[in-house]
């Protein structure tokens, strides 16, 4: 994937309209979430030079709702 380059402000925008949505702050919460992981999964595997075979479904719950995450496993 190509590296996308977005000014602070414009990923607000972005933020802000996702957050308008039905769900939109749990939508924000998830991508965030996968966002992490696979940073620290990318950061993992550079250090241990090792490689990642995919994703796993996990389900998270907290406050009455379900995130359904997709997590890097190796």
């Known amino acids: 994937m190509k590296d996308l380059h977005?000014?602070?402000?414009?990923?607000?925008?972005?933020?802000?309209n996702i957050a308008k949505e039905d769900n939109g702050l749990q939508e924000i919460m998830k991508m965030r979430l996968e966002a992490l992981m696979r940073a620290e999964r990318q950061e993992h595997n550079d250090i241990?030079?090792?490689?990642?075979?995919?994703?796993?479904?996990?389900?998270?719950?907290?406050k009455g709702k379900i995130l359904e995450l997709k997590v890097p496993r190796s």
């Open 48 to 62: 241990q030079r090792d490689m990642s075979n995919g994703y796993r479904s996990v389900k998270a719950f907290g």
């Open 6 to 16: 977005f000014t602070r402000e414009q990923v607000t925008k972005i933020l802000e």
